[in-house]
T-cell receptor
Framework: GESVGLHLPTLSVQEGDNSIINCAYS??????FIWYKQESGKGPQFIIDIRSNMDKRQGQRVTVLLNKTVKHLSLQIAATQPGDSAVYFCAENIRGSARQLTFGSGTQLTVLP | NAGVTQTPKFQVLKTGQSMTLQCAQD?????MSWYRQDPGMGLRLIHYSVGAGITDQGEVPNGYNVSRSTTEDFPLRLLSAAPSQTSVYFC???????????FGPGTRLLVL
């Protein structure tokens, strides 16, 4: 899962396996969540989002699951490929707050051949 | 479309110097924002704008100024650079807040 600090959590998976990246949030007023992918030396890239009135949302090879009871968000990547190696961030919007997202520190995903 | 562009890609400053980081987008997006990214940390919002002529502070605005005279451009000014401002700076834009944000490639800033 994600945490604030100098060292990113890391996840290593074999090519072809499924990856699960976790994110915990603390504010029950958070109503919108986004996953971003950031490759080395590049800006973050939108992957998928989910609103708090949903539990699950699927995209191409990716699924986001939201568990509001335990304030937990996960990103599942099916059949992980070498191009999936990157840092993955979750971001949340807190309902009623100023129009700004709060980002997690990220998880480094490494795909092994 | 070029998307979101940022210049320069890399800059070295001495403490006390000022400079402007440029950001432009050609997607006619209303919402633009500036983030800084430090090692092992998530993106932190510096300033944002919901349209031309409107700006507001984010989480870490001290030491930075912004203006939004046109829809396309959103420059970030460092008034008097400090070593604590050494970071990677990202500009982002979206049609509106909570719509998909598109990020620029970033500017790496080193303050000595």
């Amino acid at each position: 899962g994600e945490s604030v600090g100098l060292h990113l959590p890391t996840l290593s998976v074999q090519e072809g396996d499924n990856s699960i990246i976790n994110c915990a949030y603390s504010n029950s007023a958070s109503d919108y969540f986004i996953w971003y992918k950031q490759e080395s030396g590049k800006g973050p890239q939108f992957i998928i989002d989910i609103r708090s009135n949903m539990d699950k949302r699927q995209g191409q090879r990716v699924t986001v699951l939201l568990n509001k009871t335990v304030k937990h968000l996960s990103l599942q990547i099916a059949a992980t490929q070498p191009g999936d190696s990157a840092v993955y961030f979750c971001a949340e919007n807190i309902r009623g707050s100023a129009r700004q997202l709060t980002f997690g520190s990220g998880t480094q995903l490494t795909v092994l051949p | 479309n070029a998307g979101v562009t940022q210049t320069p890609k890399f800059q070295v400053l001495k403490t006390g110097q000022s400079m402007t980081l440029q950001c432009a987008q050609d997607m006619n997006h209303e919402y633009m924002s500036w983030y800084r990214q430090d090692p092992g940390m998530g993106l932190r919002l510096i300033h944002y704008s919901v349209g031309a002529g409107i700006t507001d502070q984010g989480e870490v605005p001290n030491g930075y100024n912004v203006s939004r005279s046109t829809t396309e451009d959103f420059p970030l000014r460092l008034l008097s650079a400090a070593p604590s401002q050494t970071s990677v700076y990202f500009c982002a834009s979206s049609r509106a807040y909570l719509e998909t944000q598109y990020f620029g490639p970033g500017t790496r800033l080193l303050v000595l």
